[in-house]
Structure formats: C-alpha cells, structure tokens
Nanobody
C-alpha cells in the first residue's frame, strides 16, 4: 500500500504564495505518477497539476503560469508551488498517486487552502 500525507495548506491573501508538500510512503515502487487535485464543496474534484508516467507535467488552464509542480525523488515528495493566488483557488487540495498495483489509485487526506480577497 501507499500512504500520502499532505502539508502546507493555510490562509493567504490574494496575490500571495503557498507551497504544498506530499510525502509518499509504503510501496513506493508501485507509484506510476503523482499529482495534485482540488475540490470545492458541491463540485467535482478537478486536476490542478500532475506528473505523467513519462515524467512530463500537465497543468489545468486555470493555474498555468502561476502554479508549479515539482518533486524530490530522494524524499519521495511532490510539491505544488502556488503563486499569485486568487480567491477562486480556495479549495481542499489532494495529493494523488497512480499505482501499478491494486487499488491503482490513492489519495491523501487533503489540505485546506483559503485565499482571502
């Protein structure tokens, strides 16, 4: 099994920055790709940014140029640097991992990001 633990959420003013971290543990070798999603109550969970299995990055249009996903393979950690934050970025942010073994996907517990105007 794989466990994902997020950290770094909080309250920030519009225009500010936050960095989220996601540390993976357990069956690290089964991880194919990792990324970040977010969810607002009443809405579907949406992709924010992710590494693909080939190592490239994919970003939602709404965060391109403001957010950067990165990783430290030695620490089994993925980061999401969020700059120029907007109130519409307010959501619970979830770390995700695509796995080569069952259950083929897992999520972290989520971390709240609140951007005040």
């Amino acid at each position: 099994q794989v466990q994902l633990v997020e950290s770094g959420g909080g309250l920030v003013q519009a225009g500010g920055s936050l960095t989220l971290s996601c540390a993976a543990s357990g069956s690290i070798a089964s991880i194919n790709a990792m990324g970040w999603y977010r969810q607002v109550p009443g809405n579907q969970r949406e992709l924010v940014a992710t590494f693909t299995s080939g190592g490239t990055t994919v970003y939602a249009d709404s965060v391109k140029g403001r957010f950067t996903i990165s990783r430290d393979n030695n620490k089994n950690t993925v980061y999401l640097q969020m700059n120029s934050l907007k109130p519409e970025d307010t959501a619970v942010y979830y770390c995700s991992a695509a796995l080569t073994i069952y259950p083929h996907y897992c999520w972290g517990q989520g971390t709240q990001v609140t951007v005040s105007s």
